[in-house]
């Protein structure tokens, strides 16, 4: 079996050279505000077959990095987005929003995988999935020395409202956006999934107020959830959450227990309705980072309020996502829908099996 380094590695190499092919003269100019691209100049908006403006890599595949869906805070507010070839694949293209694990202490994790995150990237995905006509956004959200819960997912939501009003111009779905992420990531991608309609966790001060944040899918890898319930989870050799220095505590900007009330309005279980788009969730049962129990307890919600998830176990899977790319011999699949939950072992939990749910769920 590859190693987590291998993964590592050969995740990086990939979205390297994606970004190399994209980018043949070097780095492109520095964003501006409102969010300028690699183009060095206007150009009409594109039809749903043609690529907008930006960088074109051999094939026609493009990218567009480092647009600003924010007002700057160092690079805390940028965005990678990978669009497909149009002569392969016409638009408008799905989006698929990752958000890379950093356990929120990075505020520019979007550019390549770490230990926090596992091997999954945005360039990597956009390298799998754009052929299949899905375009693919690295998305960068505040760290929590920078700011504290709900900035993050007011960050989250900036993104897609950003990419929404700009959807006609890119060639992109905004009937299809879709969030996905890994550790600290997936947590923000489920934020972003099940949050609706709650005025002070949208953080609409920070632009396109006037565009939805409405997500039709949410795929999360070994996310958190409940920040309280960790400590009373962890596998052997987990380690604690309940401290004042733990991820958990830094988001909240206190120690998780010390305020249970405050602490649940950052627990993405809570905010579970039926009409909740679909969930994809997949986590190690030897995850000493973020308990397996942690999806479990998502997953639980979404049985009671009659929403639509798969879950899959990977046994003896720690903090990692290598399972994508190799598949898991021994899981456990459950599948919940309208209140009706059936266990299974397939599908197996790959690249392949998460674009199945996209597209299902997409439409």
Same mark, same amino acid.
């Given at each position: 079996?590859?190693?987590?380094?291998?993964?590592?590695?050969?995740?990086?190499?990939?979205?390297?050279?994606?970004?190399?092919?994209?980018?043949?003269?070097?780095?492109?100019?520095?964003?501006?505000?409102?969010?300028?691209?690699?183009?060095?100049?206007?150009?009409?908006?594109?039809?749903? @077959?043609?690529?907008?403006?930006?960088?074109?890599?051999?094939?026609?595949?493009?990218?567009? !990095?480092? =647009?600003?869906?924010?007002?700057?805070?160092?690079?805390?507010? =940028?965005?990678?987005?990978?669009?497909?070839?149009?002569?392969?694949?016409?638009?408008?293209?799905? /989006?698929?929003?990752?958000?890379?694990?950093?356990?929120?202490?990075?505020?520019?994790?979007? %550019?390549?995988?770490?230990?926090?995150?596992?091997?999954?990237?945005?360039?990597?995905?956009?390298?799998?999935?754009?052929?299949?006509?899905?375009?693919?956004?690295?998305?960068?959200?505040? @760290?929590?020395?920078?700011?504290?819960?709900?900035?993050? =997912?007011?960050?989250?939501?900036?993104?897609?409202?950003?990419?929404?009003?700009?959807?006609?111009? =890119?060639?992109?779905?905004?009937?299809?956006?879709?969030?996905?992420?890994?550790?600290?990531?997936?947590?923000?991608?489920?934020?972003?999934?099940?949050?609706?309609?709650?005025?002070?966790?949208?953080? %609409?001060?920070?632009?396109?107020?006037?565009?939805?944040?409405?997500?039709?899918?949410?795929?999360?890898?070994?996310?958190?959830?409940?920040? !309280?319930?960790?400590?009373?989870?962890? /596998?052997?050799?987990?380690?604690?959450?309940?401290?004042?220095?733990?991820?958990?505590?830094?988001?909240?900007?206190?120690? /998780?227990?010390?305020?249970?009330?405050?602490?649940?309005?950052?627990?993405?279980?809570?905010?579970?309705?039926?009409?909740?788009?679909?969930?994809?969730?997949?986590?190690?049962?030897?995850?000493?980072? /973020?308990?397996?129990?942690?999806?479990?307890?998502?997953?639980?919600?979404?049985?009671?309020?009659?929403?639509?998830?798969?879950?899959?176990?990977?046994?003896?899977?720690?903090?990692?996502?290598?399972?994508?790319?190799?598949?898991?011999?021994?899981?456990?699949?459950?599948?919940?829908?309208?209140?009706?939950?059936?266990?299974?072992?397939?599908?197996?939990?790959?690249?392949?099996?998460?674009?199945?749910?996209?597209?299902?769920?997409?439409?």
């Amino acid at each position: 079996m590859t190693t987590r380094r291998g993964l590592l590695a050969a995740s990086a190499a990939a979205g390297s050279a994606l970004l190399a092919a994209c980018d043949p003269g070097g780095a492109g100019p520095s964003p501006s505000p409102t969010g300028s691209t690699t183009a060095p100049s206007p150009e009409p908006a594109p039809t749903s @077959s043609a690529a907008p403006p930006g960088t074109s890599a051999a094939g026609g595949a493009r990218v567009l !990095t480092d =647009l600003a869906y924010a007002d700057a805070v160092e690079r805390a507010h =940028l965005l990678d987005l990978y669009l497909p070839d149009p002569a392969t694949a016409p638009g408008p293209w799905p /989006v698929v929003l990752f958000f890379p694990g950093s356990a929120w202490r990075s505020g520019d994790a979007k %550019g390549g995988p770490t230990e926090l995150s596992g091997g999954t990237t945005a360039a990597l995905l956009a390298q799998r999935w754009g052929p299949q006509g899905f375009a693919v956004a690295g998305v960068n959200v505040r @760290s929590s020395a920078q700011a504290v819960f709900p900035a993050q =997912l007011h960050d989250a939501k900036a993104a897609l409202r950003y990419l929404r009003s700009r959807a006609a111009e =890119l060639g992109l779905d905004a009937s299809r956006f879709a969030t996905a992420g890994t550790s600290s990531g997936g947590w923000c991608a489920t934020m972003a999934g099940l949050v609706s309609g709650v005025a002070d966790l949208e953080g %609409g001060d920070l632009g396109h107020a006037d565009q939805s944040s409405a997500v039709q899918a949410v795929v999360d890898l070994f996310g958190p959830t409940d920040f !309280t319930a960790m400590d009373s989870q962890l /596998v052997p050799g987990g380690q604690s959450h309940d401290g004042a220095g733990s991820p958990e505590s830094a988001l909240m900007g206190f120690p /998780v227990q010390s305020d249970p009330e405050a602490t649940h309005r950052a627990d993405p279980t809570r905010y579970v309705a039926a009409g909740s788009p679909p969930l994809w969730i997949a986590h190690g049962t030897a995850d000493g980072s /973020v308990p397996p129990g942690q999806s479990e307890l998502l997953f639980a919600a979404c049985e009671r309020a009659g929403a639509t998830a798969t879950l899959t176990l990977v046994a003896g899977a720690g903090h990692t996502d290598s399972y994508l790319a190799e598949g898991a011999p021994d899981r456990e699949v459950r599948t919940t829908r309208a209140g009706r939950t059936s266990t299974s072992r397939d599908p197996d939990p790959t690249y392949d099996a998460v674009l199945a749910f996209l597209r299902e769920a997409l439409g």
